[in-house]
């Protein structure tokens, strides 16, 4: 008997504690900055080098570039850029690799939808996923980048 | 008058609270004696080690968080500890004070995880609500060192991802004599009740020569009176600079495990505390390493002491950027073999006490 009494002697004390739990979805989560959340992505940082694509361990990035017109030398701009957020596993890789920091973390991490289609995130959704960016990347940011970064070789040995 | 008796078939799980994931455990009763139990694995499994075939080294870290989600931390540092063997890496002395503050910490988190479940399925609610309340402090301080909550990611081939944010290490020096303070008031709570007592005394008893002959590793060793820690025994990262005691218990029966752990998480911190005091302040964190990873051709086996008890990686390679084959030697699945033994002449309460004391995740048994 003399344990159960001490345990209550416990639970007696935690009574008038202040409580822990978060009021999530009424009070928003602030995650720290560091936070592996939704990638956001600058089409015009973009270099077309697809080294997001090699270095993704679930093969989740798909992305397509065509030829700048405004350039007669052989430049790629990104023409689509898509992530599918169903096999996504947030592990940072996409954006550690990236040579211009056209693809950054942010801290969103709100996901959650009815369909599973709509997990299905292309260049545009994934460009006005513009708040909470990484602060390491969000000095960097702004609306029109020039001028821009040579492009490397498409064939150049990412990490796999 | 006789009473005309039929052996039932039972199933418990794979959903059932109990099993902690997705576990199935076929038993057959005599009343309320089990005769045979068998279980039935598989339901979880995602192929890790065939995936890892055709990943980088660097590609496969990830996939190890999701093996033991527990202690995502152990599982980074085994497979980076035999790729670093392999290429005979020299990993900078803040990388492995970081690697040794994690782990530990995650250990930590790990067994109040298991003390909060384990109360929870022999039927007492609250040390459950105590428990992730002390967890999330922990899991606070991993989020904002790396990033996530559970998959951490943390780990690279030849050091770590993140240095420590400011302030970090002040965090953890003051979460050290709280964590101390909560330890002793779970005993206060649990350890003395005797409701818990009656239900974990005596219950799933084994020797020692019965855990050697099943493999077993970690507290389910440890409690039958052998002292082996890998920590202690073939000492890796920087264990060695570190004073630590290594808890055994020569009951072997649950209380024993109970009690285990609960030192054990009274041991990390005291490992946490002396590797914050003589945390360097100026280092590097990373290794140089190329950009593709390609270890020389050969093999390696490298094992540390997980929270379960022995992980170990297992790589042979042929000089590529991918592994030849990946294997893991997981401590859940082989802890799990003594089960169908250690239930057979028990009741139906006692199985639920059994299989929690074993501590076992589903996502490594699986892989």
Redesign the interface.
Known sequence: MKGIVKGLGVTFKNITKKKVTYAYPDVPMNMPDRFRGVQHFEPDKCIVCNQCARVCPTDCITLVGKQDPNSEKKVKIIDTYDINFEICILCDLCTEVCPTEAIVMTNNFELATYSRDDLFKDLHWLENNNTLVRSENSTNLQPKAKPKPKPKATKEEGVK | MSIRTEELLVNVGPQHPSTHGVFRLVVKLDGEVITEATPVIGYLHRGTEKLAEN??Y???I??TDRMDYLSAMTNNYVLCHAVETLMKLEIPEKAEYLRVIVMELNRVASHLVWWGTYLLDIGAM?PFL?AF?DR?KIVELF??????RL?Y?YMRVGGV??DA?PGWIDKVKEFIPYMRKQIE?YE??????????SRVKDIGKYDSQTAINYGLSGVNLRSTGIDWDLRKQEPYSLYEQFDFDVPTSTDGDCFARYRLRIEEMKQSLSIVEQAVAQFPEEGKIMAKVP??IRPPAGEVYSRIESPRGEIGCHIVSKGK??PYRLKFRRPSFVNLQILPELLIGETMTNLVTIFGGIDIVLGEVDC
């Open positions: 990943l980088s660097t590609q496969i990830p996939y609250s105590y309340r999330e989020n904002e060192l790396c990033g996530a998959t990611f991802k993140w944010p008031e206060k709570l649990v350890t003395g009740n005797e409701i818990f007592l950009r593709v950027a991918e």
